[in-house]
């Protein structure tokens, strides 16, 4: 029973959509839109032609050839870059060919403001500085032959162990 | 005629010539395209008046492109894309009036016949209800049924108008209607 049902259901809601959907796709416009849209189209026109052209050679050009203002845009931009890069290089050439220009010189003043900064002589080389008559050598104690030797009266701080005084009968 | 008028009237008269040629044109595609202009802009705005201005936009639109009317191979195709994307433009623009609550409109839309005026508005409300349902589709099945409403239009120029496959219509139109179907078994539709 229901499925009997849906068929018809289903033919009934298509009807529907398709009522729904012809109301809007057999829509008539009230009479006389033609003539509106001419008449306003002709206003438009007249607009148009009296309205002042800023560019008119450029329009002439864009209406006459169909030249896109683009392509038209590009092209001139192609042509300066030319003649700039042309006229930059005759002028090296020119230059190159006329004169060979030398280094500069440089002429460094040896007084006055910013002599200091400009000069920098190499600093006179240190003479050496004379020992003083206590002075000698920081291993001179060590520079004798053999063990280093601690003076008999020699003070030995508390606490402090202290090798006994080597004796020469033990040396030998 | 001196020579300067003979040459002056040499270079004004093609000029002219092609001036009146494309107004020519222009009134040739108002009177064959207006009606099926309206109904495409029509099915989007669902008011008498915002689908007329759509028309005149449309054509104001060729006017200004008359020098592109030579290159166009379908006017049809290319005036309904126009109008297409002018409705679409209003109606992202203007979302504060309500479509299809103009029931004026809807029984103005619906054809003149036999029916009495009572049955006219009950059937203009129904449609009005399912025109709202539609609206609840996705863009792309929803667009694909609103074009292949207007009569004058073949699959295959909606497929042109909308940039895609004749085949990819069909699905669209196809689910578009299964879509509206179920939605309207969950409303409830009167018996």
Same mark, same amino acid.
């Given at each position: 029973?229901?499925?009997?049902?849906?068929?018809?259901?289903?033919?009934?809601?298509?009807?529907?959509?398709?009522?729904?959907?012809?109301?809007?796709?057999?829509?008539? =416009?009230?009479?006389?839109?033609?003539?509106?849209?001419?008449?306003?189209?002709?206003?438009?026109?007249?607009?148009?032609?009296?309205?002042?052209?800023?560019? =008119?050679?450029?329009?002439?050009?864009?209406?006459?050839?169909?030249?896109?203002?683009?392509?038209?845009?590009?092209?001139?931009?192609?042509?300066?870059?030319?003649?700039?890069?042309?006229?930059?290089?005759?002028?090296?050439?020119?230059?190159?060919?006329?004169?060979?220009?030398?280094?500069?010189?440089?002429?460094?003043?040896?007084?006055?403001?910013?002599?200091?900064?400009?000069?920098? =002589?190499?600093?006179?080389?240190?003479?050496?500085?004379?020992?003083?008559?206590?002075?000698?050598?920081?291993?001179?104690?060590?520079?004798?032959?053999?063990?280093?030797?601690?003076?008999?009266?020699?003070?030995?701080?508390?606490?402090?162990?202290? =090798?006994?005084?080597?004796?020469?009968?033990?040396?030998? | 005629?001196?020579?300067?008028?003979?040459?002056?009237?040499?270079?004004?008269?093609?000029?002219?010539? @092609? +001036?009146?040629?494309?107004?020519? +044109?222009?009134?040739?595609?108002?009177?064959?395209?207006?009606?099926?202009?309206?109904?495409?802009?029509?099915?989007?705005? /669902?008011?008498?008046?915002?689908?007329?201005?759509?028309?005149?936009?449309?054509?104001?639109?060729?006017?200004?492109?008359?020098?592109?009317?030579?290159?166009?191979?379908?006017?049809?195709?290319?005036?309904? /894309?126009?109008?297409?994307?002018?409705?679409?433009?209003? @109606? /992202?623009?203007?979302?504060?009036?309500?479509?299809?609550?103009?029931?004026?409109?809807?029984?103005?839309?619906? $054809?003149?016949?036999?029916?009495?005026?009572?049955?006219?508005?009950?059937?203009?409300? !129904?449609?009005?209800?399912?025109?709202?349902?539609?609206? /609840?589709? $996705?863009?792309?099945?929803?667009?694909?049924?609103?074009?292949?409403?207007?009569? !004058?239009?073949? +699959?295959?120029?909606?497929?042109?108008?909308?940039?895609?496959? !004749?085949?990819?219509?069909?699905?669209?139109?196809?689910?578009?209607?299964?879509?509206?179907?179920?939605?309207? !078994?969950?409303?409830?539709? $009167?018996?």
């Amino acid at each position: 029973m229901n499925n009997a049902m849906e068929p018809e259901n289903d033919s009934r809601i298509s009807t529907t959509i398709d009522e729904a959907l012809q109301s809007i796709g057999s829509a008539t =416009p009230t009479s006389g839109l033609e003539g509106r849209i001419l008449t306003r189209l002709a206003s438009q026109r007249m607009k148009m032609e009296s309205a002042p052209v800023r560019f =008119p050679l450029l329009a002439g050009l864009n209406r006459s050839s169909r030249i896109p203002a683009r392509a038209l845009g590009f092209v001139t931009s192609c042509l300066l870059a030319v003649i700039v890069v042309a006229g930059s290089v005759s002028h090296s050439r020119k230059l190159h060919s006329s004169q060979i220009v030398a280094p500069p010189v440089l002429v460094l003043p040896s007084h006055g403001i910013g002599a200091a900064s400009a000069v920098h =002589p190499a600093a006179p080389a240190s003479a050496p500085v004379p020992a003083g008559q206590g002075a000698r050598g920081r291993s001179s104690r060590r520079s004798g032959p053999g063990r280093a030797r601690i003076a008999p009266h020699s003070r030995k701080a508390p606490g402090v162990a202290v =090798p006994a005084p080597a004796s020469d009968n033990s040396q030998n | 005629m001196s020579c300067f008028e003979g040459q002056l009237a040499a270079w004004v008269a093609p000029a002219h010539q @092609k +001036t009146v040629s494309t107004t020519q +044109t222009i009134a040739t595609l108002v009177a064959e395209y207006s009606t099926a202009l309206y109904r495409v802009a029509f099915s989007v705005t /669902r008011n008498a008046a915002e689908a007329e201005d759509a028309v005149q936009e449309t054509f104001l639109r060729v006017l200004r492109h008359e020098s592109r009317l030579g290159e166009i191979r379908d006017y049809r195709v290319w005036l309904v /894309r126009i109008v297409w994307n002018i409705v679409l433009d209003k @109606k /992202r623009r203007a979302k504060t009036r309500p479509e299809g609550e103009d029931l004026a409109d809807h029984a103005r839309a619906l $054809p003149s016949g036999d029916r009495p005026a009572d049955a006219s508005v009950i059937s203009s409300q !129904e449609h009005a209800r399912i025109l709202a349902l539609i609206d /609840r589709l $996705p863009n792309r099945e929803r667009e694909a049924l609103l074009l292949s409403a207007v009569e !004058e239009l073949t +699959t295959v120029e909606i497929a042109a108008a909308l940039g895609t496959t !004749e085949s990819s219509i069909r699905s669209r139109i196809f689910r578009a209607r299964r879509e509206l179907a179920l939605l309207l !078994e969950k409303e409830g539709i $009167p018996r």
